[in-house]
């Protein structure tokens, strides 16, 4: 059964995390995404599963790692403080590869901010903001739809890759409404958790071997396996070691599971970029308007595209050097002091004009200020 | 019991273990895994999450689900583990600075809940595996890395701090006094709620180095002459028990936990989504 209905990109977000096979939420009010967590206390014991609001972000970030090794899958739902409380799980989720999913629905920052005004400030953040070297999956909706969409492939790609997934939103894709498709069940394949170990009796399921693409096996339910996971470096069984070459393995694996399958990962979006002579980067909310800009311009006979990632990281390399060398210039639209344009400048080899647009005041960058941009990065390349 | 039965409990072949010799968390170990085994549970059916410290790598030795965590973080993620799956016995170890200063906030809460878990606090009062730093239970005057004038903080009461926020069943022992940790773990493991068990060991390593007692017998002995029975302290005035270790039960009560009322709250709705 598929229908229309209108709704808010946080319940999209919650409502989409139960398709997925989500039976567990832990979290902590914020603004904006505190709808999540509100959509998913009234719903989740419904299906059988589980909300709980916990004393802080690292006490719900802790839980949903505690449930997903024992095996449910698991979100939670934040803003930039929250976020920030919860780095240290996110490392140790990538650490002990579990399958979780991270919302951050990012709000202006640093601090406190800017609590009800758009930000796209979390980017690198997504990235790095646990110490040390670890791999990670980040998704970047632009529509309500897409959120109710992704958040499915979120939880798909904790599963299969085993790790943490970070998925981006932002305070306008959060709070807004729009009417969106309900994808049937049948387009909405989930992936689905290993059941207990049926090995035998004494053995102890060694959960940490990669296998020749670096991936670890699917994590099994708590039970019958008596597994073992630390956050110290360790070895295929799952328990620490203090070897240099154990733990060289170990953060290569870790990093490679991710680095090496980037293209079956990479999910981005694409309009008239074939005859592009500029090509305008934008993700998030903020590609809508980035979207609106593209087709004005087009009217007007200016060849420009738009290239839209929509896995932020790992960063779909690929295709954008493949679009790179065919464009005289590209704009990074980004409502932060400039986050993304750095990967874009890492990836534009042949010096192809980057001009960056960039907003902090909170309020969305309007077709208009894209249109500018065009026109003064048009007058300075093309137009010579 | 015996002890080649309880040693099927244990990993062996991650022996030796980390800790100095002579070091109380052993004792705190076999005492653990003789009380699951009078109580016959399934080991299967055991998830034992600890944080970071000397104490909690407990878990790497016990042969049941173990998760080795975050510094403090225990507690909040064995709540993530006994909701996913309510048939484990779920059970947290950790050090006094572990689950009493980083991770208080959880254990407070998990406490107010009454969250049917069963937490093992191995109180040395120090925070030994950074090497002897005063923690929260680190009694007044006596010595610590960061405390080399003597420490100037009050130290919490672990037990009074278990019961004002909500605890259901709270014990404290020591390790001199094997029999009763045995009891009381055993007696916390069959609670149906938040249980919490302290048991004062040493760290004769660091503790005892500094305030002088730096063997192990040392700080048995100390507890033996410390330790008061609940009884006994009852009838005391409190001057004679200033600086005294009190050991018993103090809190046993049953109450609903909220695991079960989340259960119901699912029975409910599931009752009313077919009406
Ligand atoms: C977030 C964080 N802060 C600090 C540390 C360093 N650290 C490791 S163990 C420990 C204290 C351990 O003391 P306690 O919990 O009493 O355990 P014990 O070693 O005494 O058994 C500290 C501060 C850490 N691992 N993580
Ligand atoms: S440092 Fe102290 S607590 Fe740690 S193993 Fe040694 S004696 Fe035990
Ligand atoms: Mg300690």
Known sequence: MSEYVLMQGDEACALGAIKAGCRFFAGYPITPATEIAETMAKELPKVGGTFIQMEDEIASAAAIVGASLAGEKAMTATSGPGFSLMQEVIGYASMVEAPTVFVNVQRGGPSTGMPTKLAQGDIMQARWGTHGDHPVIAIYPSTVEEVYRYIVTAFNYAEHYRTPVVFLMDEVLGHMRESLYLPPDSELKSVPRAGESVLEDDDIFQPFIGDDQMLAAPLIKMGKSRFHVSGLVHDESGFPVGAAVDANRLLRRLDHKIRLHADEINICDEYMTDDAEILIVAYGSVARSALRAVKIAREDKINVGLFRPITIWPFPATRLRQLLKKTSAVIVVEMNLGQIVYEVSRLNRRSTKLELLSKVNGEMVTPQEILDTIAKVKSEVLDL | MSTSRLLTY????????????????????????????????????????????CSSRVTGYLNFNTMHTLHGRAIAFATGVKLARPEFKVVVMGGDGDVLAIGGNHFIHACRRNMDLTVVIFNNNIYGMTGGQYSPTTPEDTYASTAPYGNIEDQFD??????????????????????????????????????????????????????????????????????????????MPPEELDGKIVIGEFVDIEKETYNEKYEQLKLKLAFKEKE
């Not at chain 2, 302290?198 to 410390?226: A, D, W």
Request: glycine residues 8%; contains cysteine.
């Open chain 2, 158 to 235: 672990t037990v009074k701090l278990a019961i004002n926020s909500g605890a259901t069943y709270v014990a404290r022992s020591t390790v001199y006094h094997y029999v009763q940790t045995v009891q009381y773990i055993q007696n916390g493991l069959k609670h149906k709620g938040m249980s919490v068990i302290e048991i004062m060991t040493n760290c004769h390593t660091y503790f005892g180095r500094y305030n002088g007692m730096p063997e192990p017998v040392q700080m048995l002995s100390y507890f033996k002459e410390k330790s008061v029975p609940l009884k006994k302290a009852e009838k």
């Open chain 2, 10 to 53: 244990l990993r062996q072949d991650r022996m030796p273990h980390v800790w100095c010799p002579g070091c109380g968390n052993g004792v705190i170990m076999k005492a653990f895994v003789d009380a699951i085994d009078r109580l016959l549970l399934d080991p299967e059916r055991i998830a034992v999450v600890s944080g970071i410290g």
